[in-house]
């Protein structure tokens, strides 16, 4: 597949894009956007993930089962650390991926091919996973599988606190339990989420980067969706697996999953192969949209920057 440029019609000098601090800011703002739209759906989630004896009979059997016996802002717990998660994975992922694409652009034309894009996001995933992603997903989850209000009855009292256990009881690797499958997930969803957003850009908008036109938020909303669906099909496994890892503690005994490969044959063989893709439609529910608002916010951000720095400045 032949790759394309990012100015096709040499409207404006090819060399020129946009800087990587710039797609860092617009994914943080895009990212905090997000978490505050779509956090219930992820509790939801990750508490279907979590559930091996059929407490909950499905999304709306879960939430309503939440909101009632534990309160609505229930749905809500865990955002503090998710907001801040978003914000630095969005801020970390847009701006290595924009750092990695331009090791892959031909240094005449400014052009980047398909496979370099992959690899850029294969990476920007990778990197995201081990600095930013599983540390606070680790702290999130555990707030999540928490049932109740009441301060007093919880194990863990918020985010800080959260960390301070695991890191006691844990060690410092504890805020990294399940890194293998998250590094495997980010790194495959990034790979194919920019390369799937370009794509679905250029062949509905007409939209190349560089060339100064600003999409409408409907139009990156809709390329975002599209681009953020394959992921969780794809990906599932590792995520069922990522989230049983992070959720185990050592307190009162062995662990349960020694690891990635071994809580994948454990789940096979205890509760069966559509166990591995548990929580998918609550994924499909929140990841697909969230791309969609985040790009939807990203896009007006960069857009504006290429028409008033980019295809302003002189030849």
């Known amino acids: 597949m032949n790759s394309q440029p990012e100015n096709p019609n040499n409207g404006g000098n090819p060399k020129r894009s946009i800087p990587p ?14 978490a505050c739209c779509l956090q219930p759906i992820d509790v939801i989630k990750t508490r279907l993930q979590l559930d091996r004896t059929g407490n909950y009979k499905g999304i709306i059997h879960c939430g309503a089962t939440i909101s009632r016996t534990e309160g609505v802002r229930a749905l809500w717990k865990g955002l503090t650390p998710f907001a801040t998660h978003l914000t630095l994975k969005y ?19 400014g052009k980047i091919s398909n496979h370099g894009r992959l690899l850029s996001g294969f990476g920007a995933g990778v990197l995201e996973a081990l600095v930013i992603v599983t540390p606070f997903e680790v702290v999130k989850i555990r707030l999540q599988q928490q049932r109740g209000l ?10 800080i606190h959260c960390a301070r256990t695991i890191i006691r009881e844990e060690g410092l690797r504890g805020l990294w339990s399940g890194a293998a499958p998250t590094v495997m997930r980010n790194g495959t969803n990034q790979a194919a989420m920019f ?12 939209k190349h980067e560089g060339d100064g036109k600003i999409l409408q938020p409907w139009q990156s909303m809709i390329s975002g969706f599209l681009a953020g669906t394959a992921g969780p099909v794809c990906t599932g496994p590792f995520d069922v697996v990522k989230t049983r890892l992070m959720a185990q503690s050592r307190e009162g005994g062995n662990l349960k999953y020694k690891g990635m490969v071994h809580a994948i044959r454990t789940i096979y063989a205890e509760e069966g192969l559509r166990a591995l893709w548990k929580g998918l439609l609550p994924r499909l529910m929140r990841i697909p949209p969230g791309q969609a608002i985040m790009w939807a916010v990203a896009d007006q951000i960069t857009g504006l920057y290429e028409r008033r720095y980019i295809r302003s400045a002189p030849l």
């Open 195 to 206: 390369t799937a957003k370009n794509a679905f850009d250029v062949l509905l908008w007409k």
């Open 150 to 159: 009441s301060p007093e009855l919880l194990k863990y009292k918020g985010p």
């Open 21 to 34: 601090y710039m797609k860092a800011l617009s994914g943080s703002l895009g990212g905090i956007v997000e």
């Open 91 to 109: 801020a970390l992922r847009m701006g290595s991926n924009a750092v990695l694409q331009s090791a892959f652009k031909d240094s005449e034309t």
